[in-house]
């Protein structure tokens, strides 16, 4: 069960890199963790890069993001944080447009090892607890 928790949070799936994971907690903002495991595979595989994602048209965007509501709100914020992230230097999560506290806790913790945060997200309590040990 080593990593079975790791595996089960949503952002940590099929992700490659922080723009991916960025993206996933976009996408996990007030909705639930069944339509983004639909919508996400689609997502990276239209635009697989930030630079892809600001060369296409918003409509677009929108179309793909619809199942998970509010996609007009997230689709820009998905293009603004994209914007912010060519210019991000890595440091802290919450400079990124649309990433709050749990994505710049899990950025943290996944991304940086970092394992001294204190989450409020259960599932990143949870992992820190039963993975960790911290």
């Given at each position: 069960?080593?990593?079975?928790?790791?595996d089960?949070?949503?952002v940590?799936?099929?992700?490659?890199?922080?723009?991916?994971?960025?993206?996933?907690?976009?996408?996990?903002?007030?909705?639930?963790?069944?339509?983004?495991?639909?919508?996400?595979?689609?997502?990276?595989?239209?635009?697989?890069?930030?630079?892809s994602l600001?060369?296409?048209?918003?409509?677009?965007?929108?179309?793909?993001?619809?199942?998970l509501?509010?996609?007009?709100?997230?689709?820009?914020r998905?293009?603004k944080?994209?914007?912010d992230?060519l210019?991000?230097?890595?440091?802290?999560?919450?400079?990124?447009?649309?990433?709050?506290?749990?994505?710049?806790?899990?950025?943290?913790?996944?991304?940086?090892?970092?394992?001294?945060?204190?989450?409020?997200?259960?599932?990143?309590?949870?992992?820190?607890?039963?993975?960790?040990?911290v």
């Amino acid at each position: 069960m080593a990593n079975a928790l790791r595996d089960d949070l949503m952002v940590q799936q099929q992700i490659r890199n922080s723009w991916e994971h960025m993206v996933g907690v976009i996408m996990l903002n007030q909705t639930g963790r069944k339509p983004v495991k639909t919508v996400l595979p689609e997502f990276l595989e239209r635009w697989p890069t930030p630079e892809s994602l600001l060369r296409s048209r918003l409509i677009d965007v929108e179309e793909v993001v619809k199942p998970l509501g509010m996609y007009r709100v997230r689709a820009r914020r998905l293009y603004k944080m994209s914007l912010d992230y060519l210019r991000w230097d890595g440091v802290d999560a919450k400079e990124l447009h649309g990433i709050g506290k749990y994505g710049s806790d899990s950025y943290e913790i996944f991304f940086k090892q970092n394992y001294k945060v204190n989450p409020t997200d259960k599932e990143l309590i949870r992992y820190l607890k039963e993975e960790v040990c911290v």
